[in-house]
């Protein structure tokens, strides 16, 4: 019974993935959007100015922004911690890539490092996550990013949905763990705001 339902989520899994890659090479200004999404910096820059605009944003009150402060870091530790266990299954486990199998309409350069669980997903939801739970409104366009992000890798033919969905279940997993140990992270956000303090820094 294991092994019909394993064979049976990776047909679906692959026929989802030709499903949503083989839109790809139809129309060149789907492809550029795709690309722009897909590539390494396009949304990790932008998740990085968002977070920088959230640490920073004066337009609340000191209570608001310690709240803000205190999201952000949440973020960035999740971030790590997903990251890490990332590179720990990835010791363990290794899924060829979509175009080592078959024959995809690629549009991304052929990364060598295992596709399951997708690394863009899981950087893309922990700090989706992580942010959401102190501030809903800026996590919520995280997460649209995060879902764009590894919505882009299938279609650009990088990563099956499977990829994307255990990335995501990884970093939401990561932000909720750190988001657990408040103690630890509020000792953390005072010795760095201690730190920018004597720096000078806002």
């Known amino acids: 019974m294991l092994f019909t ?3 049976f989520i990776h047909r679906v899994d692959c026929g989802l993935f030709a499903i949503i890659n083989n839109f790809a090479g139809r129309h ?3 492809d550029a959007l795709a690309r722009l999404f897909l590539n390494d910096y396009f949304i990790p820059t932008t998740f990085a100015v968002l977070l920088l605009a959230l640490w920073f944003d004066e337009t609340n009150s000191s209570r608001k922004r310690s709240t803000n402060q205190r999201a952000v870091l949440v973020g ?3 971030a790590a911690l997903a990251n890490t266990l990332l590179k720990i ?3 363990f486990y290794f899924r060829p890539r979509p ?3 078959y024959e995809v309409n690629l549009l ?3 990364p060598t490092d295992s596709s399951l669980p ?3 997903a899981a950087l893309g939801f922990s700090i989706a ?3 959401w739970v102190y501030r809903q409104r800026w996590g919520w366009i995280l997460l649209g990013l995060a879902a764009i992000f590894g919505l882009s890798r299938i279609f650009g033919g990088v990563h099956y949905p499977l990829d994307v969905i255990s990335g995501a279940a990884l970093g939401g997993a990561s932000a909720w763990f750190i988001q657990q140990q408040q103690e630890s992270v509020d000792k953390i956000l005072i010795l760095i705001t201690r730190l920018a303090t004597r720096l000078g820094l806002p």
Do not use: R
Request: charged share 10%.
């Open 5 to 7: 339902l394993t064979d």
């Open 28 to 30: 060149p200004w789907l």
């Open 76 to 78: 960035a530790l999740s």
């Open 89 to 91: 299954i990835n010791q």
């Open 99 to 101: 175009f080592d199998v």
């Open 108 to 110: 991304f350069y052929q």
């Open 118 to 120: 997708s690394n863009a």
């Open 129 to 131: 996550v992580g942010v």
